[in-house]
């Protein structure tokens, strides 16, 4: 049975199990080539999560040939596997390093190897990270290493001392693979990786000291929300190791269990473990009161001059507020289609127990000047960490989009609907393309134009008179004059109107399903259609497994362009498909969804 508690009662009820504890630990193994192994399911961390279950994602992020020490001749510390396993936000870490830093060239600076380990661990712990940290004893040496460099002697009399007293100073534990493997010399055919049993034993010894762990320690405290608004709940859920005795704000509680809380107030919940060691870790969850302006948008922000065209304002506030747009009450979350003759400011305001206003503002300009990518959805092949691929058309060259690689890259740009494009302009920042191709493709993804440059020296590239129609605009980037591509801004121009066509105000020429907008999306979409006649409507949205999960009956509409508007709050993320009937004509597009 669900129980939602406030603060006040917590201490002083006893906390029932929910559904069990089903809350996943993520484990780092951090490691060098014993750790990365072939890279496959034969490799001990990939072992490892086959023997703890699915209760435990273990994810391999070990480096070939690396060093613990910061100064060594490869240190871990400048690879991004160092990045992507902070990213991970383990519960778990096992390290296994040193070996390496027993070459001669390392071994000159194990001065600085203590420090180092316990600067390596600070950093694992920074950002409210607080996971448990287990350092390996490395696997014994046997022979001379191969010519590798690497000495038995230096690491196991030198080194693994080392880690031992940081496994005590850090607070951590130790998962000994040296005394587990020391009589298995036949597993390590070059006397220093093993072989498939060798990696099998390493998992098999990993995951005993894992699930033989002492009791009183704290592997996992959270919330589903860190923040709560009026009538929403929140759920805690932990997991202390095996024998703990267990407070949650000094009610007992099982070891491994969860709560649903709805705080009135800003609350702080505190765990404390205890058994052959202590812990004590802390979740705090806000409330936030009505009265607060969670986003305000419009799209698009730019209108053609004399089109009579439509943007639509999207808001979402706080529950239980009171909501005005221009001074006329609106629904607390809501969107609405707006048709500007001119240049013009709108402004949200919201109130309850807290108050706040917003503007935003939907320019009309004459379509000569509007840049059609500007705050447009945008994709990328992949984006430098800390960094965000909608820089590039945010419409300031002070931020740049930047690749997290440096071979073939690319950013794609939705313009929301079939745009004549007559101008592109590239700002590129301090690395740019030197080859890149310039796609252009129609509503349906189908690539109609492709444009080349071999000689790209930087600056600003600017392409002219292109006259072709798309929807997408997508920027390959293919040889790169630096580390990584980068590019301040993104800029398309052109006219809403066909090559060659005059505005006009008829019935559309066609039945036309148009892509929904924005897509991706999160979590409001509007889909626009239009009609050659008047027609009964039905709108059903599936998804990937053909499961109609929405459907939408407008009825009978008239000739024209319509809209309608999908809020996809209760969805998961993921590719969806939306089908639209009128009459006895059908069109179907596909929409993605991320949260």
Known sequence: MKKILSTVLLAALWVTTLSGQDRVIRVACIGNSITIGSGGSTAWPQQLGQRLGAHYNVRNFGVSG????????????????????????????????????????????????????????????????????????????????????????????????????????????????????????????????????????????????????????????????????????SQLYWEATPGSQVTLNG????????????????????????????????????????????????????????????????????????????????????SVAVVPARTTTYTLAAGGGDSQSARITIEVLPAAVINRALRHPLTASSTLRGGNAQWAVDGDTTTAWQSAGKITEWIMVDLGRMITLKTLRIHWGNSFAVSYTVHLLNADGTAIKAITQRNGDGGLDEIIDIDTQARYVCLLCQKVSGTNYSVTEFELYGTTMPVGVDRHDGVPALFEL??????????????AYRLTRPAPIRLVIYDVSGRAVRTLDPGIQAEGRHEIIVDASGFSSGLYFYQLTAGLERRQRRMMLIK
């Open 66 to 233: 690396t060093t613990l020490l910061r100064h060594g001749d490869f240190p871990y510390w400048n690879e991004s596997a160092f990045l992507q396993a902070q990213d991970f936000d383990p519960h778990i870490v096992i390290i296994c390093l040193g070996t390496n830093d027993s070459k001669p060239q390392n071994r000159v600076l194990l001065g600085e190897f203590f420090t180092d380990y316990m600067d390596f661990i600070k950093v694992l712990r920074k950002d409210g990270r607080d996971p448990q940290i287990y350092v390996a004893r490395p696997c014994p040496v046997f022979g001379d290493g191969g010519g590798s460099g690497i000495n038995g002697a230096v690491l196991h009399g030198q080194i693994e001392p080392i880690v031992d007293s940081v496994r005590v100073a850090a607070g951590g534990f130790m998962i000994d693979f040296y005394r587990a493997m020391l009589s298995h010399g036949d597993l390590f055919p070059d006397g220093i990786h093993p072989n498939t049993t060798g990696y099998a034993m390493m998992a098999d010894t990993a995951a005993w000291y894992l699930n033989n762990s002492p009791s009183g320690f704290i592997r996992l405290f959270a919330a589903t929300d860190t923040e709560v608004e009026v009538g929403e709940t």
């Open 251 to 334: 009610a007992p509680v099982g070891a491994s269990d969860s709560l649903v809380v709805a705080p009135a107030a800003k609350s702080i919940y505190t765990l404390i473990a205890s058994g052959a060691v202590a812990d004590t870790k802390r979740v705090a969850i806000d409330n936030i009161p009505p009265g607060r302006i969670k986003s305000l948008s419009a799209f698009p922000l730019q209108l053609d001059e004399g089109a009579g065209d439509t943007s639509r304002i999207s808001w979402m506030t706080t529950n239980g507020s009171s909501v005005t747009l221009d001074g006329a009450a609106v629904a607390q979350n809501g």
């Open 514 to 527: 148009e892509q929904n907008y924005p897509n991706p999306f999160n979590p409001v979409t509007t889909i």
